[in-house]
DNA sequence: CCCGCATGATTAACCGGTTAAGTTCATGTT
DNA sequence: AACATGAACTTAACCGGTTAATCATGCGGG
């Protein structure tokens, strides 16, 4: 190991024969040097291998220049066949990257690690916090934001929102997926809820209660947890209360896959027998047998678009808005 | 917004009627401080919330306490139902949550992120990188490492490893499934390889070849790049260019599924008429019709693995191997 | 010819820690 | 009693930048 030594602002002071000084406000791009210093400098820069040291420079600007985006442990270790949060990431890290800004990843859920996040946040590491998905009513949103740190939330928080955040229109896509299957003639559509500690949950269940409310039809609920054994589960808890339910709305693709397979072991034919339609669209859905109809929510567009307004209230930009929905849309296979 | 100023460790040793100097001696659990003034002080520290700020700490020791992994951006574009990083990131974040350190994440692919990479790395952001997964002979890993930069890879590089490694016995595990197809009494086994610029693909490749020869059995290959949809296709080529074939050994479990599909449009029975083997043994092989028989790789154990060599690495411990192969297993399901 | 004023560079203070060197003081030696 | 020893604390230098305040220089105007 060389550990080779790194020159310092010094340094390439010296060799362009200027100040320190100088050479920071040409490495920062003020507009206050001459044309000649500044190109003395940079050729400086450029012999030397330059790069400004970034601990340094926080420790005066009081910026880091890295964001932090709070994955909640438990979804890492429950769903190992999870797509939502690397979408989430690829969307965060497409517009960290566009801005320039360093993604750290943490993982949360134990009280101990809740606290290392807090005191992680607290200690100025990150310029910002990102939270994916909040698990039931987590105050580590509310007590960052009220420190002072700039934070945004993946996901509408329960108990009333504290802090601004990004979510998808839950309610408008699970509405128009149950008016898809009353229109199609179904009589008894059930539901495989998502669990009812997350918003994503609570929101999905709602938008199916409302809907077969105005239809006038009665409503059919099992629980699941997003996962697709959740799934297969409450497909046969559904099955053995109704053996002639006509068709189901999974609140996940995950579930919705389990459903079609819990269906399949009882001899239902889809959608022939049993229409089902689930949510998310992941790539999984097109090949699934049959093909998955679902509600596509646009998850890395929700990401992109958390850190953008991450970056902006960082910024200090007037006038964002404390809440952004982005559009859910049906999308329709051969399930239903 | 609220911004409460932080207090410095200057407060805390005002309040507490010490020296700075101190203070910080205690913060860091110096054994040479008297347990009455460590106990003054602690109590200061706790009544200002005291959290020491990291850039001063940083800019002294010249330590950040953080580590990137680098993943490729042609992944985060596979990303869309690929598992593997995911996994990656599990395994290598639970690692770096028991050291305590940071994980930044960084995509790369196209030149000018490459560059980023070199600049961010060199700017000394970080304690160390690790590669998740090297495309080609990519020259960064070998880089960074003979500017002194802690690095490890996940996958052996190609061209020679310069750089500490962890990989799984991909050749092992493909022997076996492959052993395992021709014990059954398959003759006209055809393999999807993956990519033939990564290790994985190359290897994987190169087990079916020799176990292939070993049985005195003809080869007959299509390449797919992991996914899904490319499964689907190599698999098509493969029947029509024999349409006999009895076997397939599938170099991801993606491309596995792709084939399944496949095989089923044409309307072959799996196993009775074309027996088929995944590798990877994704969550999603378990439900697949019918269950996939793979070969299973410690996905997240080889990302814990990679994350403490690195910390090891970092840490200076001496006698660190550079190469560390996980085993492979062949799991035995209904699809061969 | 001298003054005032831009313009552009330099000086020096500061960010918030760590740590080598120096100081103080109680204790042990002879 | 004089002095070496060592434990425990303080002083002060330093890490590598940024930036407000200051200073030098050249130029147009009176």
Redesign the pocket.
Known sequence: MVTRERP???AVARRAG?????V??V??GSP???A??RETVNRAVEELG?V??QA??S???QRTESIALILPETASRVFSDDLFFPAIIRGVGAEMEAADKQLVLMMTGSAKSHDRVERYAVAGHVDGVMFASVHGADPLPGTLSRLGIPVVCSGRPIGGPTVPYVDVDHFGGVAAAVRHLVQAGRKRIATIAGPQDMVAGIDRLAGYRATLATAGLPEHVAIGDFTRESGIIAMRTLLAEDAKLDAVFAASDMMAHGALLALKEAGRRVPADVAIIGFDDFEISRFSEPPLTTVRQPIVESGRTMARQLLALINGEPGLPDAIVLPTELIVRDSA
Not at 18 to 22: D, G, I, L, M, N
């Open positions: 310092t602002l010094e200027v100040s320190r000084a100088t920071s406000r490495v920062n206050t040097v001459a000649a210093i330059y400004p040291n340094a420079r420790l005066v600007t």
